[in-house]
């Protein structure tokens, strides 16, 4: 399943950690990853206003976390700080994220094929893949609707395991 469930153990106290230190920057946190085996924390941030993030936003983060590294004794030793925007193909993980790109392309990795038998208008290019790229159209708490080449299709979270903005970069290389 795409969403994530509750944080919990030391991936909540980074969680709460985190979301101190980018409300005192005036910052939000878009997703969080934490791996207990490396020790490392990927922190993907945003403005609240621009929907993404400059360097020195992820500078501002980075520094906000040294004073307690140096006196939290619960961090581990080989605990690794990495800050980033979450990019222009940012994954989407919860329901705000899915909702904040309603009407954008997305990349949705799936578990199972489209049912044909449901969605018989479902074109036959895409029929046998498990990657779908097509316009969101609506998400809600258990799933999402895409517009797929015209098909409606509602896809619910559990059968999606990934799911990417699909931006076209090509409108940034014009401007």
Known sequence: MVLK???QGMELKFFDLTTKILSENNLELYEMEWNSSSGNLVVYVVNPETKTAVLEDCVK???GFTPYMETETWIPDN????VSSPGIYRILTTVKHFKDVEGQEVLLHLITKIDEAKYP???KALRN???LKAKLVSASETG???DAKGSIIDIPYEQIKKANLETDISKYNAE
């Open 121 to 123: 208008d479902f074109p």
């Open 144 to 146: 999402v609707v895409v």
């Open 5 to 7: 469930g509750p944080r």
């Open 129 to 131: 893949n498990l990657k």
């Open 79 to 82: 605990f690794t700080l990495e």
């Open 61 to 63: 983060v980075d520094r």
